[in-house]
């Protein structure tokens, strides 16, 4: 057996751990937090305070400022604790720097295929947005598994619930873009997996107090719904 074999193989693995991990995190509690414009700075405390409240999955996107090192400090500090990627992933490149400084999940507001490939490739899972069925099959015949409709209010419940009804039971589908709490059962029972919520709970120089409380907001909705 090659070197280059045993190498795939041990990425696979990898990969189908972390895909497993992600479906049992969403099931427990379905929401990702966007920490749009997060400094380094800030980023462990916030970090903390989202895993205290039950949100276990964080990105970063990386249009935030100095965006590598926050997913470096974020990933190390909740090591074992919560998955941390990055969103707003455009090129394959942008995937090597986030998997270098420690990121796992790779969010993207676009469909790009050599994107999806890379981050399948280094054993990471993407999440790429989509709006259409076209968009949709076109990420899946590309490897992902995790769809993000964005921006989903534009589209609304219904889209999703018609997009749902073809695409495969193994896929997960994300809304992500004007999700509130007080809407986030309407957008499950719709079909949605999941959703991406930004500045419902973090802005850039908001309080620790006032993340908490949005945070904990989100989480008590969420278990109003399923009881």
Request: proline share 6%.
């Amino acid at each position: 057996m090659s070197l280059e074999t045993v190498s795939e193989r041990s990425i696979d693995q990898k990969a189908q751990a972390l895909r497993h991990r992600l479906g049992e995190r969403l099931a427990a509690m379905p929401i990702i937090a966007i920490l749009r414009g997060i400094t380094p700075d800030a980023v462990e405390d916030v970090g903390a305070i989202l895993v205290d409240a039950g949100i276990t999955i964080i990105e970063v996107p990386l249009n935030s400022p100095n965006a590598m090192d926050s997913i470096g400090r974020l990933a190390q500090a909740l090591k074992g604790r919560a998955v941390v990627g990055a969103g707003t992933v455009l090129t394959p490149m942008d995937v090597d720097r986030v998997v270098e400084a420690g990121g796992e999940i790779i969010v993207s507001p676009d469909c790009h295929a050599p994107v999806i490939r890379r981050a399948i490739a280094l054993g990471v899972e993407p999440m790429p947005g989509f709006a259409t069925a076209s968009e949709a099959f076109s990420a899946l015949r590309a490897g992902a598994r995790f769809l993000k409709l964005f921006p989903a209010a534009s589209y609304g419940r219904g889209h999703i619930s018609a997009l749902k009804a073809v695409l495969p039971d193994d896929v997960r589908v994300l809304a992500v873009g004007g999700v509130g709490p007080d809407h986030l059962a309407d957008w499950a029972a719709a079909g949605a997996d999941g959703f991406g919520i930004g500045t419902g709970i973090y802005k850039p120089g908001l309080h620790p107090d006032a993340v908490a409380k949005a945070a904990a907001a989100h989480v008590a909705a969420w278990h109003r719904h399923v009881g």
